[in-house]
């Protein structure tokens, strides 16, 4: 199936489970949900997984485990594409009521990644190389975002202004295209490649010098 954009239907599926998060209402409305969301993304993917590489879909289900809101339903479906040996920096897209949403970078790292990752930044040379392509981002309209301390780490000291940077233990960024007539058609699909485009330098950076997790060190 090649994508051909993301039927109304779709979005006016996550408006009404916006209204009414419940099991009758998903069970009413599947139908909707797996040919005007799910089929199109997963359509949509797979048009650029030739440059990308293979995109997981995530479940349209919440964990509410361990959350004070127990909504069943994810309001949004999401899809996420890893280089495969790249180690860290994704790429992602997220389709809802709102419009769609699309980032990159690395969400969560572990201990070891997290210390390679701030030793880089320090560095004279990846640090400005991080920096540049940060702010690149920024000036382009892209949110800069990430799990975050409130002052750098002890036995770090930046003086150039990378100070921020040292502070994240995750980075990622993001931008919202708000709801518009072109999310029906392939127009969505190039948005959606010029934006991954966009972050190969991020992703570059983060592969390069923060590396895979221990788990996947240990599936090699």
């Not at 921020?164 to 392939?186: I, K, T, V």
Request: aromatic residues 10%; charged residues 30%.
């Amino acid at each position: 199936m090649t994508f051909q954009g993301f039927p109304d239907e779709g979005l006016v599926f996550y408006e009404g489970l916006e209204a009414d998060n419940s099991k009758t209402y998903w069970t009413r409305h599947r139908a909707a949900y797996d040919s005007c969301v799910r089929a199109p993304m997963q359509a949509l993917v797979d048009d650029l997984a030739p440059e990308f590489g293979p995109a997981k879909l995530f479940r349209p289900y919440r964990d509410v485990r361990f959350s004070n809101d127990k909504t069943p339903y994810k309001t949004h479906q999401g899809a996420v594409a890893h280089q495969e040996g790249r180690g860290a920096g994704a790429c992602y897209v997220e389709i809802s009521a709102e419009g769609l949403r699309v980032a990159g970078g690395a969400w969560r790292l572990e201990s070891d990644q997290v210390e390679r990752y701030r030793r880089a930044v320090a560095d004279d040379v990846q640090g400005p190389r991080l920096r540049a392509v940060v702010d690149r981002l920024a000036a382009a309209g892209w949110s800069i975002d990430g799990d975050r301390l409130t002052r750098v780490p002890k036995g770090y000291e930046v003086d150039d202004g990378r100070a921020d940077l040292l502070r994240h233990r995750s980075l990622h960024a993001g931008r919202l295209f708000e709801y518009a007539d072109w999310l029906h058609g392939p127009e969505a699909l190039e948005r959606v490649r010029t934006s991954w485009r966009d972050l190969t330098a991020l992703n570059a950076w983060l592969a390069d010098n923060v590396g895979a997790t221990t788990k996947e060190i240990r599936r090699r």
